[in-house]
């Protein structure tokens, strides 16, 4: 535990302190008082209120439009189903700003449904709605899917044999067992929702602000570090309070039913109702998530001469985009990979060692240590890139104008992914084999080496390319400490959709597309590793 408890004290806990410290200290006292001033105020009460009913919309939409989905790819087997659950979990591992650009492609001024009808959503509260279902949809089929694959269906029929309907055997059968997992699932998406950026900078315009979005406004725009601090701690202790109650869900799941292979309860549907199901899931995949992303590559090609190449061309030059950037948009894309990488390798290294650690000890302690693990992922993302600024710039750790501060702080996102992910492989390993290898004169490494590897290799390949991907698109962090001259690809699109023009909007779309398919390469690889349905994501 001591290198990922050092790891996160220093590049987490120590900037996210600083920037609050600094915010609320005056000649080195603290002023707690600007709490209540700045709480009291009305713009940040509507600021509070938005990011609320915004996250609780966001998530009873996606698990009415998910739980469906979720049940499919639980229970029946069809053509497709393995490339199918790759596409629905692109939107999940895009970067947000790539999600909002995809959005603002059908949904803005000029887009797609405003060409066909002259409707445009963007700016309004439906385009971050259905944005935020797009994004989260993955969560809700993985994780509610995930478990219901695994549920006994002979339990729900012993019920029907007793005499009780279908809907009330699934009432008092499946639904209890599902419970957990629905909670859980739900508990992700209002996690992801209310600290949304992305999605609402991009498609909420300057009438929607979350909590996220006004700190990234009161730190960069405003120079107000105060409010800044205050909104950073009402966002902290709103996710501490979250994630406790999702891993009491996750506890809860884990003892709900006797799991049975999933092998066992996936069959061909049955009836018109079946087949009428999943031709509904199916329609909804189609215009949720595969049409927005193909208006996004639509756009990329549709250039004033008629469709072609022209906007990724001119990636290639720096001049064209009016000092936007310091080099050709096109580096970006070397960066991004370069940075994702890296951040990969540190992100295994401690999320592998966290997870060991967690997989050998138990008690409150640990469990704390659990949480902690998880915070990254909704703590704001903005205060820890800032916090990177104005800590990490003194010996023996002047790193500000280092390129490892960004595979730093995207390591910090991917990190969770790898714990959740190895964590309940590695508990699945028995202690006696590495008790056999330890009597037969093996090292703990030797042991580590020929027993607990070759079990969790697979779960391994799987934490790092999750982790890859969302080192891939992190944005809220990146976006302060990337260089002019070494941009990465979400920084990139924000910077060209911040700019008016044809060229900026189309190699914005040009970027995104890319990024798009190397995340969707990434999904396809990855579900081709894992057929064993391990770990949580």
Known sequence: MVVPVAFFALFFAYPVVAIVGRGLKADGV???????????????????????????????????????????????????????RAVVTVPFVLPTVVVGTAFLALLGRGGFLDELWGVRLDTTV???????????????VRTVGGLWSQLDPRQEEAARVLGAGRLAAWRRVTLPALAPAVGAAALMVFLFTFTSFGVVQILGGPAYSTLEVEIYRQTAQLLDLPTAAVLTLVQFAAVGGILAVHAWTVRRRETALKLVDPAQTSRRPRGAGQRALLGGVLLTIALLIVVPLGV????????????GFGFYR????????????????????????????????????????????LTRRAGPLVRGFDALLMLPLGVSAVTVGFGFLITLDEPPL??????????????????????????????????????????????????????DLPLVRRALLVAAGFAFAVSLGEFGATVFIARPDNPTLPVAVARLLGRS???????????????MLVCAVSLLLLERIRTDRSGEF
């Open 30 to 84: 603290w002023q707690f008082g600007r709490i209540g001033e700045v709480l009291s105020r009305p713009d940040i009460a509507d600021v509070l209120w938005f990011t609320t009913w915004q996250a609780l919309a966001s998530t009873v939409l996606t698990l009415l439009i998910a739980l469906p989905g979720a049940y499919v790819f639980a229970r029946f087997d069809f053509p497709c189903k393995q490339l199918l």
């Open 126 to 140: 439906w385009a971050i709605l259905l944005a935020h279902v797009f994004f989260n949809y993955a969560v809700v």
């Open 296 to 307: 996004l590559v639509e756009r990329s090609l549709d250039t004033s001469g008629g469709y």
């Open 314 to 357: 001119a990636l290639q030059s720096a001049d064209a985009n009016g000092s936007t950037f310091l080099v050709p948009p096109l580096e970006a894309i070397g960066n991004s990979l370069q940075y994702a990488l890296v951040a990969t390798l540190i992100a295994l290294v401690i999320g592998g060692l966290a997870a060991a650690a």
């Open 398 to 451: 002047d790193l500000r104008t280092s390129w490892i501060l960004v595979p730093l702080a995207q390591a910090l996102v991917g990190v969770p992914f790898v714990v959740r992910t190895m964590l309940p492989v590695l508990r699945a390993v028995d202690d006696r084999l590495r008790e056999a290898a330890a009597v037969l004169g093996a090292s703990p490494l030797r042991a580590w080496r020929e027993v």
């Open 501 to 515: 023009g044809e060229l900026n909007y189309g190699q914005a779309m040009a970027l995104s597309t890319i990024l």
